[in-house]
C-alpha cells in the first residue's frame, strides 16, 4: 500500500476506493501525515464539486486535524520539510475552498496568508522540494491577475505575483514533484491555454499524457474532448 495508489484512484474519480486507501495508510503509517493529508483532498474534491455543506465540514474537521499533526512534528524538528509542506499546502487549500464556496472571506485570507508564506519559505530555504512550487505557482499566477493599481498593496505585505514566473513554477513541479505532477499537469493546462502560451502544442500534449495515464478521468476526458 502506497500513497500513489491512493492517488491512482483520485486521479481517475474512484473516491471511495482512494479514501480507503489513504485511510488506511494513516494507519499503517501514523507518524507520516501523507495519508491524513491525502484523505481530507478526497473530500476537498467532494465538497467542491457538490458544494455540500456536510462534505465541506468534514473537510474541515480533518483538516484541523492535519494541522494539529503538522505543528506537533514542527515542534520536535522545525526543519521536517514534509511537515511544513504539508501544513502550507493544507491551508492554501483551505482557503481556497472558502472562497469558492464563499465563506467567511477574512479565515480564507488568514489561510491564504500562512499558506504562501510557508510554501515561499520551502521553495527559498529547500529549493529541490519541489512539491512546494504548484502551491506557490498557483498564488503567484492568481495574485498576477490583481489589477495593476491594487499591487503597491500585495508589495506593501510582502506578497508578489507573477504570471509567467506561477507558470514556470507549475512546469518545475509537472516534471520534478513526487505527489503533485499529475495536478501541476492539470493547472498548466489551464492557465497555458488561458495565456495562449500554447508553443509547440504543449497544452494539447500534457493533456493527452493524462488521458493516456489515467484513461477512467471523466474530467481529463472531457477536457480533452473539448
Same mark, same amino acid.
Given at each position: 500500500l502506497s500513497i500513489e495508489d491512493g492517488l491512482n484512484d483520485l486521479y481517475n474519480v474512484r473516491l471511495e476506493e482512494a479514501e480507503i486507501k489513504f485511510h488506511s495508510y494513516?494507519?499503517?503509517?501514523?507518524? $507520516?501525515?501523507?495519508? +491524513?493529508?491525502?484523505?481530507?483532498?478526497?473530500? +476537498?474534491?467532494?465538497?467542491?464539486?457538490?458544494?455540500?455543506?456536510?462534505?465541506?465540514?468534514?473537510?474541515i474537521e480533518l483538516t484541523d486535524k492535519v494541522i494539529d499533526k503538522c505543528e506537533e512534528q514542527l515542534e520536535i524538528n522545525d526543519?521536517?520539510?514534509?511537515?511544513?509542506?504539508? $501544513?502550507?499546502a493544507v491551508h492554501s487549500y483551505r482557503s481556497l475552498i472558502m472562497v469558492y464556496l464563499n465563506k467567511s472571506l477574512l479565515k480564507a485570507a488568514d489561510n491564504g496568508n500562512k499558506g504562501y508564506r510557508i510554501l515561499k519559505n520551502i521553495v527559498s530555504n529547500y529549493p529541490d522540494y519541489y512539491d512546494a512550487y504548484m502551491g506557490l505557482g498557483l +498564488?503567484?499566477?492568481?495574485?498576477?491577475f490583481v489589477p495593476e493599481?491594487?499591487?503597491?498593496?500585495?508589495s506593501l505585505i510582502g506578497i508578489d505575483g507573477d504570471i509567467k514566473d506561477?507558470?514556470?513554477?507549475?512546469?518545475?513541479?509537472?516534471?520534478k514533484s513526487r505527489f503533485?505532477?499529475?495536478?501541476s499537469k492539470a493547472f498548466l493546462v489551464v492557465f497555458l491555454i488561458r495565456e495562449k502560451e500554447e508553443k509547440n502544442t504543449e497544452s494539447l500534449d500534457i493533456l493527452n499524457s493524462l488521458v493516456n495515464e489515467y484513461p477512467d478521468s471523466p474530467v481529463f476526458r472531457e477536457v480533452y474532448g473539448s
Open positions: 494513516g494507519i499503517l503509517y501514523p507518524d $507520516d501525515m501523507k495519508g +491524513f493529508f491525502f484523505e481530507s483532498m478526497v473530500y +476537498f474534491y467532494r465538497a467542491a464539486s457538490t458544494r455540500d455543506e456536510n462534505l465541506y465540514n468534514k473537510y526543519n521536517n520539510t514534509d511537515a511544513l509542506y504539508i $501544513d502550507g +498564488f503567484k499566477i492568481a495574485l498576477g493599481k491594487y499591487k503597491w498593496l500585495l506561477g507558470i514556470q513554477m507549475l512546469r518545475t513541479s509537472a516534471e503533485n505532477r499529475v495536478e
